[in-house]
């Protein structure tokens, strides 16, 4: 493969490929409930924290990371833990469990930012136990174990939470790759320029390849190596929670400088 930006279209490429990924996204873009409590958490990031996007684009760019690191590691020979454990019956049904996390994983800010969570875990019980069935009808009593590992992914998108399923890490990981253009998953307050803005705002982009020797490579491009303060703060403790820092490495790339920087 490639390597692919990490943007806000990048989740079409996996949906539009998948009967079930694109009715489950479809349901979900187009669910009230889901959609204002989205629309609420980036009230309470943005206009009453005055932090950068936790809304709508982040859930999109999350979503399709998620999707592209998933499908990366399968190729390599990694085994989806809900495959493994039997809670999921197939490789789709393992994609939709990291789509409905990624997705969902932020909607805890629209009650407070602090556990935001554990909270949006237990929100999205309630939204899970309706949209599953809804892009499964014949699933059964099987929804709850897939609702589960749904709501241990977004729970452990918390940055000092072990990830226990391949899942839950691969969207921990996903969360702190929307860091380009001031996107940086580490608040920082809006039109205040202290280091977390002048590190969020010197990444340019970040690129997910195929590693060397291992499934997957992060490329971080910066305009400077403020940029680093970043990854140290929550990428990399993202990818060390992720129970995946084996099956990962990071480059940055500063103005041609191109060096590793996970593992070292």
Same mark, same amino acid.
Not at 111 to 137: F, Q, S
Not at 223 to 233: N, S
């Given at each position: 493969?490639?390597?692919?930006?990490?943007?806000?279209?990048?989740?079409?490429?996996?949906?539009?490929?998948?009967?079930?990924?694109?009715?489950?996204?479809?349901?979900?873009?187009?669910?009230?409930?889901?959609?204002?409590?989205?629309?609420?958490?980036?009230?309470?990031?943005?206009?009453?924290?005055?932090?950068?996007?936790?809304?709508?684009?982040?859930?999109?760019?999350?979503?399709?990371?998620?999707?592209?690191?998933?499908?990366?590691?399968?190729?390599?020979?990694?085994?989806?833990?809900?495959?493994?454990?039997?809670?999921?019956?197939?490789?789709?049904?393992?994609?939709?469990?990291?789509?409905?996390?990624?997705? /969902?994983? $932020? #909607? !805890?800010?629209?009650?407070?930012?602090?556990?935001? *969570?554990?909270?949006? %875990?237990?929100? &999205?019980?309630?939204?899970?136990?309706?949209?599953?069935?809804?892009? /499964?009808? $014949? #699933? !059964?009593?099987?929804?709850?174990?897939?609702?589960? *590992?749904?709501?241990? %992914?977004?729970? &452990?998108?918390?940055?000092?939470?072990?990830?226990?399923?391949?899942?839950?890490?691969?969207?921990?990981?996903?969360?702190?790759?929307?860091?380009? *253009?001031?996107?940086?998953?580490?608040?920082?307050?809006?039109?205040?320029?202290?280091?977390?803005?002048?590190?969020?705002?010197?990444?340019?982009?970040?690129?997910?390849?195929?590693?060397?020797?291992?499934?997957?490579?992060?490329?971080?491009?910066?305009?400077?190596?403020?940029?680093?303060?970043?990854?140290?703060?929550?990428?990399?403790?993202?990818?060390?929670?992720?129970?995946?820092?084996?099956?990962?490495?990071?480059?940055?790339?500063?103005?041609?400088?191109?060096?590793?920087?996970?593992?070292?």
């Amino acid at each position: 493969m490639n390597g692919v930006v990490v943007n806000p279209s990048l989740v079409h490429k996996h949906v539009d490929s998948s009967k079930l990924l694109k009715r489950a996204y479809e349901v979900l873009e187009n669910d009230d409930e889901v959609q204002e409590l989205i629309k609420v958490a980036n009230i309470m990031a943005v206009g009453r924290l005055k932090y950068n996007d936790h809304g709508i684009v982040h859930a999109r760019i999350v979503s399709g990371a998620a999707l592209e690191l998933f499908s990366r590691l399968i190729k390599s020979g990694v085994r989806p833990s809900t495959l493994e454990f039997g809670t999921a019956r197939s490789i789709e049904e393992s994609k939709l469990v990291v789509l409905l996390a990624a997705y /969902l994983h $932020d #909607i !805890g800010n629209a009650v407070h930012r602090e556990n935001h *969570e554990m909270i949006g %875990a237990l929100l &999205a019980k309630d939204i899970l136990d309706r949209i599953i069935p809804e892009v /499964l009808p $014949d #699933i !059964g009593r099987r929804k709850y174990a897939l609702r589960q *590992e749904v709501m241990h %992914a977004i729970y &452990a998108t918390e940055m000092h939470t072990k990830a226990l399923t391949v899942e839950a890490g691969i969207v921990t990981i996903a969360d702190g790759t929307d860091m380009a *253009e001031g996107r940086a998953r580490i608040p920082y307050r809006l039109g205040k320029m202290d280091m977390h803005a002048v590190s969020a705002l010197s990444i340019k982009r970040v690129v997910i390849e195929d590693g060397d020797t291992v499934p997957i490579r992060l490329n971080i491009v910066m305009g400077d190596h403020a940029g680093l303060f970043q990854f140290e703060a929550v990428l990399k403790p993202k990818i060390l929670s992720s129970g995946l820092q084996d099956r990962i490495e990071v480059f940055i790339n500063v103005n041609g400088e191109h060096r590793r920087v996970f593992p070292i």
